[in-house]
């Protein structure tokens, strides 16, 4: 069998996550690939919630979009916009969500809105979708970015969504009732915010990944765990399962 | 009373150049054969409304039909950036547009306001982020527990347009599979317009249908196929391939005004 990517580590990191997880907010991409993957091999009984207003559904392909017809027929109910962010969302129903972003600060407050100043942006990004409630109000939040100087920046050039805001005590003071970011899971390695200072730190490293290549992709001074763990590689069952999700 | 009609009689009579109007669907049911006939019909100056703007709007925004779009996620799902919307707002090409940007249970709630009759809506949303410095919400407090909430404007577009799969002769209209957002944005909506898979007889309510009743409405028209390519769920399948290729075809200014003129504007006009 061929090695696993980075990607593929990532997306496997991602579902390993999600064991003991009841219910999952997923988007599209590396997410809903990671969650499908977990309720195949980790957690069968892995509710996945997908914003097109689908809950439970149990999709056998990586959808294209978040509304694929597959969503709908497989779901065990689906529900309004309105209805899912009202009482599944803001109520504080889902456990584990599934964030990207294009940028990500050291306390994972996350931006999706614009590179650039917000009046005249170099690139203008999708924009915040359901993120800044799902950030607030889900269980925890488990953030899914690729490892780079350009995602990684000291400062956002907007806060589309809150992680820990500007460190111990953000949340609580903003009025927020989730726990917030547990985990940064890059193609790289997994960073864990630190429990007294909510700074993420480098927890683990994936297979055949230097230190140094770490630092350089993140544009702040990346502090790193005494404990810093080897990524454990995916299994073969995992990495079957994951490429049957992705050939198709 | 709903009155069925002709695409072209029904868009003509209730959308005119500076009116709001809200195309909605969610991921699913995008209303695309009437947003097409609006830009045959050269409609202009329009402030286009909707959660999620994906290829129907980038569209409508890169022939410049729009001077204001009201959105909450603006993207190419699954595929990537809508590249039309971001010209006109990185470059202003082909015309400069205003933006007002929500989140989307900000803008689902602002829509159920508008559906409720009432002025505004409460939620816990927006807080921390830096989009209430740019967008219209208000920080208020709750009168029974002091909790402090963020208010959202209603919204009321002028005009509603969604697209369902069956209606009856009388103009009652049934839709099914991801409802999104739009019942709530026909009853927020001081006008309306469905089109329509099917037209039946006798509409037989479903387990989980939407049913809006023909005395909310103002037209339907019957227009097979008109959600493509996006999807009628249980009649027809969604295009993923267009939405790749639209990726493509989107990116250049001159292919793209080819492939309108060649696709929509150079298509039959509806009666």
New interface residues.
């Given amino acids: 069998m061929i090695a696993a990517s980075l990607g593929e580590v990532q997306t496997v990191v991602a579902a390993r996550r999600l064991r003991e997880a009841s219910s999952v907010f997923i988007g599209v991409g590396r997410p809903s690939t990671a969650a499908i993957l977990a309720r195949r091999v980790h957690n069968p009984g892995l509710v996945l919630v997908y914003e097109s207003g689908t809950v439970g559904a149990k999709p056998t392909r990586v959808p294209l979009s978040i509304g694929d017809g597959e969503l709908a027929e497989t779901a065990d109910f689906i529900v309004s916009v309105p209805e899912m962010f009202n009482y599944w969302i803001g109520a504080g129903r889902i456990e584990v969500a599934f964030l990207g972003a294009a940028q990500v600060d050291r306390f994972a407050n996350l931006n999706s809105t614009v590179i650039g100043a917000y009046d005249h942006p170099k690139a203008r990004l999708p924009g915040a979708g359901g993120a800044p409630e799902i950030a607030a109000a889900c269980g925890e939040v488990i953030v899914i970015v690729p490892h780079a100087r350009r995602t990684f920046v000291e400062k956002l050039d907007f806060v589309t969504s809150v992680g820990h805001g500007t460190g111990p005590g953000s949340r609580r003071q903003l009025g927020f009732r989730g726990a917030g970011p547990s985990a940064v899971i890059t193609d790289l390695g997994v960073l864990e915010p630190d429990p007294a200072t909510c700074e993420l730190t480098l927890t683990a490293m994936h297979p055949g990944v230097e230190l140094e290549a770490i630092r350089a992709a993140t544009g702040w001074d990346l502090h790193v765990s005494d404990d810093l763990k080897p990524t454990e590689p995916p299994t073969v069952q995992e990495l079957t399962v994951l490429r049957g999700l992705t050939s198709r | 009373m709903a009155e069925l009609t002709g695409l072209g009689e029904g868009l003509r009579e209730l959308v005119s150049d500076g009116d709001s109007v809200a195309l909605e669907g969610?991921?699913?049911l995008i209303p695309f054969a009437a947003g097409h006939e609006l830009l045959r019909q050269g409609r202009a100056e329009l402030e286009l409304i909707r959660?999620?703007p994906d290829v129907l709007y980038d569209q409508m925004i890169g022939m410049g039909a729009a001077r204001k779009l009201v959105?909450?996620?603006?993207?190419n799902?699954?595929?990537g950036?809508?590249h039309r919307?971001?010209d006109a707002?990185?470059h202003g090409w082909p015309r400069e547009i205003e933006v007002e940007?929500?989140?989307?249970?900000g803008m689902?709630?602002a829509?159920?306001a508008g559906a409720s009759g009432l002025p505004c809506a409460l939620?816990?949303?927006?807080?921390?982020?830096?989009?209430i410095a740019?967008t219209r919400v208000e920080p208020v407090v709750c009168p029974f527990t002091g909790?402090?909430l963020v208010a959202v404007p209603a919204l009321r577009p002028d005009v509603a347009i969604v697209h369902a799969q069956e209606a009856d002769r009388r103009g009652n209209v049934q839709l099914w599979?991801?409802?999104?957002?739009q019942?709530?944005a026909l009853l927020a909506a001081s006008r309306t317009l469905v089109t329509v898979e099917r037209v039946l007889d006798e509409l037989e309510p479903r387990p989980?249908g939407?049913v809006i009743p023909t005395w909310q409405l103002d037209a339907v028209a019957h227009v097979p196929r008109g959600s493509l390519p996006s999807?009628s769920?249980g009649v027809t399948?969604?295009d993923?391939d267009f939405?790749r290729f639209w990726d493509q075809v989107s990116r250049d200014r001159d292919a793209f005004a080819a492939w309108m003129s060649e696709h929509v504007l150079g298509g039959v006009a509806a009666r």
């Fill in positions: 969610f991921t699913h959660m999620t959105f909450s996620y603006g993207g799902p699954g595929v950036s809508l919307f971001r707002i990185e940007e929500h989140s989307h249970a689902a709630n829509y159920a939620l816990r949303g927006y807080v921390g982020t830096d989009l740019r909790e402090r599979g991801i409802p999104g957002v019942k709530e989980g939407v999807y769920h399948d969604r993923n939405y």
